[in-house]
């Protein structure tokens, strides 16, 4: 049985619009491929990024990228959603254990620095957020994600609001919003 993608077409169909545009990669290679391109925000022509696949797409391999784009892109959001929600409880069931009510994650790395290596994404880890500044609050009963008017875009996007109120640093700053849910005498 051919393996099904995007909307239940098979990978012989696409192996074989993805031939007739001369393009070099076969169907598990461009479902890396789109994997990446899902992960970046779209520019200002979302369709840029096919001519990596082909010089000249066609009409049908361009609705499939889409396609395939799309479903990439949804998948990929769902799982991230679904970890921040066990990291976040994990993170909350650590503060429990250690007698805190809340904790701040910088985006910053241990050094405070402005570059932070892969394996120091906090901030990206808990929440999704992958911009260059920003941080969260997380307390016992609710969580905040704080970023300036460059990111509110892409948190919004990126960061389920459901687990982490989206805020913007200017408009109410982190230690008001912080002050306000503390419990008297919390750490």
């Given at each position: 049985m051919a393996k099904r993608i995007d909307g239940g077409r098979s990978d012989e169909a696409l192996a074989r619009l993805l031939e007739k545009a001369g393009a070099g990669l076969d169907p598990a290679g461009l479902r890396e491929l789109v994997a990446g391109v899902a992960a970046a925000p779209p520019g200002e022509d979302p369709d840029a990024w096919m001519v990596l696949v082909a010089p000249a797409p066609g009409a049908a391999?361009?609705?499939?990228?889409r396609g395939l784009r799309q479903a990439t892109a949804g998948a990929a959001g769902a799982a991230t959603k679904e970890r921040s929600a066990r990291r976040?409880?994990?993170l909350r069931e650590e503060l429990r254990r250690r007698g805190l009510a809340g904790f701040v994650?910088?985006?910053?790395d241990e050094h405070q620095g402005e570059y932070v290596a892969p394996r120091a994404e906090r901030l990206a880890w808990l929440t999704?957020?992958?911009?260059?500044?920003?941080?969260a609050a997380v307390l016992d009963a609710e969580a905040a994600i704080f970023v300036d008017g460059r990111y509110t875009l892409q948190a919004a996007d990126q960061v389920?609001?459901?687990?982490?109120?989206?805020r913007h640093l200017v408009e109410?700053?982190?230690e008001d919003w912080i002050a306000e849910r503390l419990p008297k005498g919390g750490r």
């Open positions: 391999l361009r609705a499939r990228l976040l409880a994990a994650v910088p985006r910053a999704g957020f992958t911009g260059s500044a920003g941080f389920d609001s459901a687990l982490f109120a989206p109410q700053p982190p």
